[in-house]
């Protein structure tokens, strides 16, 4: 079975510190890579995705990830994050065309001023 | 302007009893879904949607029913065969998957079900 892996459930952090989530899947084939943002008490936003060609991409709010198809990976990086970063973060996944997706566990980011 | 509403914000529900989450679009997106989101889990898929009368189990499609009897709405009722269902609901909806490549996921703002 499919499945998406974030390496860190929680990370705390100061302002101005770089950031860098993990995000693995295990599925051999074609995939669709999104990094998916839940702010408190909003709606989950996309930050970003991936679906071909350059395997750096940027996104919203200076997120960027890039996509090692050779690690499975999808990491999300931020080089400065601020306090208005502190969200849940998802990884996630899609390797068929009506775009179900598989998610992550999730990662809470807290930054302290 | 457009998007998904979910209702209840919040719903209280006694064991044993069913409810039903109400999900409406007015994007005129063709394909619905309902997530599960517990702490430390994720989201989880419960049922999708992908036309009109006509949807597919999730991963975790046990205790739960949808319907599809209109474009714009997708409810779902969890039943009291749901042993766990204390839980956050997301409804979602995309476009046509007609290989366009951009799912554009819009997310409701969900439902959070307590059992009492």
């Known amino acids: 079975a499919q499945s998406v892996s974030q390496h860190n459930h929680h990370v705390i952090l100061s302002e101005a510190a770089s950031l860098e989530l993990g995000c693995n899947y295990s599925?051999?084939?074609?995939?669709?890579l999104f990094w998916y943002v839940q702010y408190p008490g909003q709606h989950l936003q996309l930050l970003l995705k991936?679906?071909?060609?350059?395997?750096l991409v940027k996104g919203i709010k200076g997120f960027e990830a890039e996509f090692i198809k050779s690690k499975f990976s999808f990491n999300l990086r931020k080089p400065s994050v601020q306090w208005s970063d502190t969200a849940e973060y998802f990884c996630?996944?899609?390797?068929?065309?009506?775009?179900?997706?598989?998610f992550g566990a999730g990662t809470q980011v807290v930054v302290t001023p | 302007d457009g998007g998904i509403t979910q209702s209840p914000k919040y719903l209280f529900r006694k064991e044993g009893q069913n409810v039903t989450l109400s999900c409406e679009q007015n994007?005129?997106?063709?394909?619905m879904y309902w997530y599960r989101q517990d702490p430390g889990q994720g989201l989880r898929l419960i049922y999708y949607s992908q036309i009109v009368n006509d949807f597919q189990k999730g991963d975790i499609a046990e205790g739960y029913s949808v319907s599809r009897e209109k474009k714009e709405s997708f409810p779902l009722t969890v039943t009291s065969a749901q042993k766990n269902p204390t839980a956050f609901y997301l409804c979602a909806s995309t476009p046509s998957h007609q290989g366009d490549g951009d799912y554009g996921y819009t997310f409701g703002s969900g439902t959070r079900l307590t059992v009492v």
């Open positions: 991936y679906f071909s060609g350059d395997p």
């Open positions: 599925y051999g084939g074609t995939v669709n």
């Open positions: 996630a996944v899609s390797t068929d065309s009506w775009g179900k997706l598989q």
């Open positions: 994007l005129n997106h063709d394909a």
